[in-house]
């Protein structure tokens, strides 16, 4: 295996993301103390907490906020905020669709219980405004990207919205650091943080060596296992591998999608090929057949460097990491595929 040059961000400038995020929230604890008597916040909106009710300014990716100084019923109309809030012991009373599901690879068996029979509001990329009214809430989040036209303001009629964002590496920290903020629970959630980057410097410096000389891929299948593609740094779906430091291969001619963190174009199984300048790949933890059935009759596939090598892995389950105990929890996963990445690198 060969020493390649990383293709991710610097971690410095990673870690100068998540330092500016716990400021932010530190700002919005201190803020808790100047609460103001007047529940019109800066957005307009109604909701459960009527006029008199106290509330609190915190920051969001739009600028400043106000919301309730203790919110009762919180609408999440993204995929990411209810585990945060359940983590930190809050229940939403609305959430997206797919709650309901107990498949492994979409979240951890305790958010499924916890959330399972809550009311949902429509999917993160087609609301139901009328199913989040309903809910009453006082605080609705949201993954702002994803509304459709005229959706926020709509929103912002009905409660206050913190905006949030999950693009680029380490950008789910700060959005999960900002949940926190938002509810007035900055020090648990602070506490998560700082256990969850503990934990990734001990896997960074642990399989140092591997993660420092080879480069990976993460791909997974598109529709009818016809075509595939690979996550870069900064996706969504491989946030507990950038925590540890991998260095990801780049993308080829016609591949990247012009937007930072996209997951690649679809590409035809003819053009397997341009996995070439992987040393590790790693398939979908869901993509088994794909590899094993599709690609083993793939000529182009069964002669690339690090699958005649034998460095070809399974994923994490649930790497859609959504707060700091569920990346702890894939973390501890992490290290078993590292584990399994380094016996094999030494044989």
Known sequence: MTTRRPSALPPSRSRRRLLAALALSAVAVLGASSCSASGEGAQGGGGSAGKGAATRTVTDIAGKVEVPAEPKR??????????????????????????????PDLRPKRYHDALKDTATIGTYYELNIEAVAQQNPDLIFAETRFLRKGELKRLQGIAPVVQLDAAGVGAWKERTLMIGAAIGKSAEIEKQAAV?????????????????????????????????????????????????????????????????GSVSEWLSLEQIGKL????????????????????????????????????????????????????????????GVLAEISEKAKA
Do not use: C
């Open 74 to 103: 919180i609408v999440s109309v993204d995929f990411y905020s209810p585990a945060t809030l359940v983590d930190l012991g809050v229940k939403p009373v609305g959430v997206v669709e797919g709650f309901d599901s107990d498949d």
């Open 196 to 260: 969850f980057e503990k934990r990734a410097d001990e896997l960074k410096k642990k399989y140092a060596d591997v993660l420092e000389k080879n480069r990976i891929a993460v791909f997974a299948y598109g529709q009818d296992h016809s075509t595939w593609g690979t996550y870069p740094a900064g996706h969504f779906y491989v946030p507990v591998w950038d925590a540890v430091g991998a260095t990801f291969r780049p993308f080829t001619e016609g591949e990247h999608k012009g937007v930072e």
């Open 276 to 335: 070439d300048n992987a040393d590790i790949l790693l398939y979908a933890y869901r993509a088994g057949d794909f590899v094993d059935k599709t690609l083993a009759k793939n000529t182009v596939w069964k002669n690339l460097p690090a699958v005649k090598n034998g460095m070809v892995f399974r994923n994490i389950p649930a790497s859609v990491v959504s707060s700091f105990e569920w990346g702890t929890e894939s973390l501890d996963a992490l290290d």
